[in-house]
Nanobody, 113 residues
Framework: QVHLVESGGGLVQPGGSLRLSCAAS?????MGWYRQAPGKQRELVAA???????NYADSVKGRFTISRDNAKNTVYLQMNSLKPEDTAVYYC??????????WGQGTQVTVSS
């Protein structure tokens, strides 16, 4: 069992930036961020492997950057140029493959003026 603890999130104006962090209780292959807006399914935002390979949703490419500190078992999501449509609950997910098996509790990101 791997436990994930998220931090970051909050309210930001359109065009602003936020940084999310997620610490895992142990080493694991993939870590990433997913989001779920009201009435919508949870979707991948970005994920990164322990080797540094990354996957991004098309909607965030060029605006969000995922990074990882393997020594700290921590993944970061730097979100720039935020849009109202980025508003969602963001979940940290991790797995022994690219499939996320473990989940954090979620953190709210609201982009609004």
């Amino acid at each position: 069992q791997v436990h994930l603890v998220e931090s970051g999130g909050g309210l930001v104006q359109p065009g602003g930036s936020l940084r999310l962090s997620c610490a895992a209780s142990g080493s694991i292959f993939s870590m990433g961020w997913y989001r779920q807006a009201p009435g919508k399914q949870r979707e991948l935002v970005a994920a990164i492997s322990s080797g540094g390979s990354t996957n991004y949703a098309d909607s965030v490419k060029g605006r969000f950057t995922i990074s990882r500190d393997n020594a700290k078992n921590t993944v970061y999501l730097q979100m720039n140029s935020l849009k109202p449509e980025d508003t969602a609950v963001y979940y940290c997910g991790a797995g022994h493959s690219w499939f996320a098996r473990y989940w954090g509790q979620g953190t709210q990101v609201t982009v609004s003026s």
